[in-house]
């Protein structure tokens, strides 16, 4: 097979997503998110292989009446659904690729948002003294663009959907958030309007035609990093689903800033961490965990990814190490809290909202009534976890709460043979 990239035009469509009014007497708005590409199926196709299709998505809204603009007694956070405002947080599925036929895909995008209107709302929002930041912010597949920054418009937005097959579609998704303040003066926004374009620039898909797993090392000095600066491109792209100093990402990117003959690379997520910079035949990694990669099990790649790989990064065998924590794991349901504890680890686990949450940290509080196992989090918040005289059972374990399982990542993290004694002992690895 020669075909191996697809590039479908300069120019693709136009999905015209966000039209906002802003009203007289009381400030009232509303925003329309409309998809109207020109065609309604982006195709790219693959000889022998798959066609992959990119189509329009949902049409979203947010009409607010002036009752709910007026002043309340405390902030109103209100989301643009498929049905209207809402108040519940949601994301929109505002494009929906998918492949009919053979094969896997990875596929980049870029849209142009460009803003106009007759009154400019975002201009307008540009010239309160009492706009904050997050008061109005559009989300893009979990990027955040906050309307309280300069020039915003026009924006550019670049993304990848990787490990695209028959059986697994992917998504672009966009959150429109407002913040009706309750102590700020928002007049300024009354008589304002704003329509916002979205353009696909470029779709570029490309088949993947080999497979990877396990981690990978990259050398000291990539070569790719030096080889972009002759390439006559700013910018490569390479799409593959990783997991680096525990944190998940989608795009490894790769990009040459000829001004100051500086190359860098990046690892894409929903936020994104520059690692490596490349000056003079010198590498300079921002955190050495870096350097490692983890794909976990056998997955897809492309051409370009099975050669950045094979070229740039040696497999790292695995060593067990000693005293060390990875996966899933599950307390039983009765544990020992006879003990003093109190260690710095990270680990995830789900709070009452039902929502993911990130900790660096579990101790023991020993009170009158029994002892209590404490989850921390980053702001060193602590969260009541286990307590027998406090929970039915003892586990904080209701209203979508589970914080009887904690899961560390894919990455070995090494503890003190105390604490990786007690916790064996105690939890069971999923």
């Not at 009014?21 to 109207?36: D, E, M, P």
């Not at 603009?69 to 405002?85: H, L």
């Not at 190490?321 to 020992?336: C, H, K, P, R, Y």
């Not at 579990?362 to 406090?390: C, P, T, V």
């Amino acid at each position: 097979m020669e075909k191996k990239k697809i590039i479908i035009g300069s120019v693709i469509g136009i999905i015209t997503l966000m039209t906002l009014v802003i009203g007289a007497a009381y400030a009232y708005f509303s925003v329309t998110l409309t998809n109207n590409y020109e065609s309604k199926k982006i195709t790219a196709e693959l000889e022998e292989m798959g066609t992959v299709v990119l189509s329009a998505g949902n049409d979203i809204e947010l009409k607010l009446t002036a009752l709910q603009m007026m002043q309340q007694e405390e902030d109103v956070i209100y989301y643009a659904s498929s049905n209207g405002a809402t108040e519940e947080e949601t994301n929109e599925r505002i494009g929906t690729a998918s492949v009919v036929g053979n094969g896997t895909y990875s596929c980049n995008y870029t849209i142009t948002v460009s803003s106009s209107g007759t009154n400019d709302m975002y201009e307008a929002f540009q010239g309160m003294s009492t706009k904050s930041e997050g008061q109005m912010v559009l989300s893009v597949n979990g990027i955040d663009y906050d309307f309280n920054t300069e020039n915003l418009f026009p924006l550019e937005i670049k993304g990848t959907l990787n490990q695209l097959n028959e059986y697994n579609e992917k998504y672009i998704e966009a959150k429109l958030k407002f913040v009706n303040k309750s102590d700020v003066d928002q007049s300024a926004l009354a008589g304002t309007d704003i329509e916002l374009t979205f353009k696909i620039d470029e779709f570029k898909c490309e088949a993947a035609e080999a497979t990877a797993s396990g981690t990978w090392e990259f050398n000291e000095t990539p070569e790719v990093l030096s080889e972009i600066q002759t390439s006559g491109e700013e910018r490569i792209t390479y799409g593959v689903d990783f997991t680096s100093n525990n944190e998940e990402y989608d795009t490894i990117l790769v990009e040459y800033n000829e001004e100051e003959s500086i190359s860098t690379m990046s690892y894409v997520g929903e936020e994104s961490v520059v690692v490596a910079e490349y000056e003079s035949g010198t590498t300079i990694w921002s955190n050495a965990a870096y350097k490692k990669i983890n794909l976990g099990g056998e997955q897809a790649i492309t051409n370009n990814v099975n050669t950045l790989l094979n070229e740039n990064a040696v497999v790292t065998e695995e060593v067990e190490q000693e005293n060390s924590l990875a996966g899933t794991w599950v307390f039983n349901d009765s544990i020992d809290t006879n003990v003093s504890l109190d260690v710095s680890i990270t680990f995830t686990s789900t709070h009452d909202d039902g929502i993911t949450t990130r900790f660096i940290g579990m101790y023991i509080d020993k009170g009158f009534m029994g002892n209590s196992l404490f989850y921390r989090d980053s702001n060193q918040e602590r969260w009541l976890a286990y307590d027998i005289s406090a929970y039915d059972g003892g586990w904080r374990d209701n209203d979508g709460c589970v914080f009887k399982q904690i899961d560390f990542g894919i990455e070995n993290q090494v503890v003190s043979e105390d604490f990786f004694d007690w916790f064996t002992a105690n939890a069971t690895k999923q």
